[in-house]
Protein backbone atom coordinates (compact mmCIF):
# COMPACT_ATOMS: atom_id res chain seq x y z
CA UNK A 1 0.00 0.00 0.00
CA UNK A 2 1.32 3.43 -1.05
CA UNK A 3 1.82 5.86 1.54
CA UNK A 4 3.05 9.32 2.36
CA UNK A 5 3.97 10.38 5.49
CA UNK A 6 4.91 14.37 6.25
CA UNK A 7 6.53 15.75 9.13
CA UNK A 8 8.32 18.73 10.42
CA UNK A 9 5.68 20.96 10.63
CA UNK A 10 5.35 23.31 13.56
CA UNK A 11 5.75 27.09 14.84
CA UNK A 12 8.13 29.09 13.62
CA UNK A 13 9.06 32.82 13.99
CA UNK A 14 8.76 35.21 11.02
CA UNK A 15 12.24 34.91 9.51
CA UNK A 16 12.95 31.17 10.36
CA UNK A 17 13.33 28.21 9.29
CA UNK A 18 11.86 24.79 8.88
CA UNK A 19 12.50 21.17 7.08
CA UNK A 20 9.59 19.22 5.93
CA UNK A 21 9.81 15.60 5.41
CA UNK A 22 7.79 13.11 3.31
CA UNK A 23 8.76 9.66 4.27
CA UNK A 24 7.33 6.58 1.66
CA UNK A 25 6.26 3.20 2.37
CA UNK A 26 4.82 0.68 0.00
CA UNK A 27 6.89 2.09 -2.82
CA UNK A 28 9.90 2.95 -3.97
CA UNK A 29 10.70 7.26 -4.45
CA UNK A 30 12.76 6.50 -7.50
CA UNK A 31 10.22 5.99 -9.72
CA UNK A 32 7.98 9.01 -8.76
CA UNK A 33 8.22 12.65 -8.90
CA UNK A 34 7.01 14.44 -5.70
CA UNK A 35 5.33 17.95 -5.36
CA UNK A 36 5.05 20.17 -1.94
CA UNK A 37 1.36 21.56 -1.91
CA UNK A 38 0.09 24.02 0.44
CA UNK A 39 -3.23 25.22 1.77
CA UNK A 40 -4.09 28.31 3.79
CA UNK A 41 -7.36 28.86 5.45
CA UNK A 42 -10.00 30.00 3.00
CA UNK A 43 -7.59 29.31 -0.04
CA UNK A 44 -7.12 26.93 -2.54
CA UNK A 45 -4.78 24.36 -2.10
CA UNK A 46 -1.78 25.41 -4.36
CA UNK A 47 1.73 23.74 -5.71
CA UNK A 48 4.97 24.83 -3.92
CA UNK A 49 7.52 23.13 -5.34
CA UNK A 50 8.07 19.87 -7.39
CA UNK A 51 11.58 17.15 -7.99
CA UNK A 52 11.49 14.74 -10.75
CA UNK A 53 12.75 11.48 -10.78
CA UNK A 54 14.05 11.33 -14.05
CA UNK A 55 16.63 13.31 -13.50
CA UNK A 56 16.42 15.56 -10.34
CA UNK A 57 15.24 18.87 -11.41
CA UNK A 58 13.05 20.71 -10.05
CA UNK A 59 10.61 23.42 -10.10
CA UNK A 60 9.51 26.61 -7.58
CA UNK A 61 6.22 28.55 -7.48
CA UNK A 62 7.47 32.35 -7.64
CA UNK A 63 6.53 32.49 -4.09
CA UNK A 64 9.13 30.74 -2.65
CA UNK A 65 12.10 30.44 -4.86
CA UNK A 66 14.95 31.65 -3.50
CA UNK A 67 13.41 30.73 0.00
CA UNK A 68 12.73 27.09 -0.26
CA UNK A 69 14.68 24.00 -1.42
CA UNK A 70 13.39 20.65 -2.09
CA UNK A 71 15.37 17.74 -2.41
CA UNK A 72 15.40 13.97 -2.56
CA UNK A 73 17.05 10.68 -0.51
CA UNK A 74 15.62 8.00 -2.60
CA UNK A 75 18.23 5.64 0.16
CA UNK A 76 15.80 6.83 3.08
CA UNK A 77 12.65 6.94 0.82
CA UNK A 78 12.34 10.44 1.54
CA UNK A 79 11.81 14.05 0.00
CA UNK A 80 12.71 17.21 1.94
CA UNK A 81 11.47 20.93 1.51
CA UNK A 82 13.92 23.43 3.71
CA UNK A 83 11.99 26.44 3.98
CA UNK A 84 13.93 29.38 4.92
CA UNK A 85 13.16 32.80 5.48
CA UNK A 86 9.80 32.26 6.19
CA UNK A 87 6.81 34.56 6.74
CA UNK A 88 3.31 34.79 7.80
CA UNK A 89 2.06 34.25 4.59
CA UNK A 90 3.60 30.57 4.34
CA UNK A 91 1.15 29.62 7.09
CA UNK A 92 -0.34 26.98 5.82
CA UNK A 93 -1.11 22.60 6.15
CA UNK A 94 1.51 21.59 3.60
CA UNK A 95 1.04 18.35 1.50
CA UNK A 96 3.03 16.21 -0.03
CA UNK A 97 2.35 13.82 -3.30
CA UNK A 98 3.51 11.22 -5.55
CA UNK A 99 3.13 11.02 -9.37
CA UNK A 100 4.51 8.13 -11.62
CA UNK A 101 7.32 9.23 -14.08
CA UNK A 102 5.95 13.09 -13.99
CA UNK A 103 7.83 15.65 -15.15
CA UNK A 104 8.13 18.76 -12.88
CA UNK A 105 6.79 21.96 -14.84
CA UNK A 106 5.44 24.92 -14.12
CA UNK A 107 2.76 26.09 -13.10
CA UNK A 108 2.21 22.69 -10.64
CA UNK A 109 -1.07 21.14 -11.06
CA UNK A 110 -2.94 18.99 -8.59
CA UNK A 111 -3.48 16.20 -10.51
CA UNK A 112 -0.82 13.99 -8.30
CA UNK A 113 -2.10 10.50 -7.94
CA UNK A 114 -1.10 10.13 -3.82
CA UNK A 115 -1.34 11.76 -0.87
CA UNK A 116 -0.01 12.31 2.71
CA UNK A 117 -2.37 13.53 5.47
CA UNK A 118 -0.43 17.00 5.78
CA UNK A 119 1.92 18.83 8.52
CA UNK A 120 1.02 21.94 10.02
CA UNK A 121 3.37 25.35 9.61
CA UNK A 122 2.40 28.23 11.21
CA UNK A 123 4.66 31.46 11.11
CA UNK A 124 3.85 34.01 13.19
CA UNK A 125 5.59 35.85 16.44
Known amino acids: QLQLVESGGGLVQPGGSLRLSCAAS????????IGWFRQAPGKEREGVSCISNRDGSTSYADSVKGRFTISRDNAKNTVYLQMNSLKPEDTAVYYC??????????????????WGQGTQVTVSS
Open 97 to 114: AADFLRLCVLPISLDFGS
Open 26 to 33: GFTLNYYA
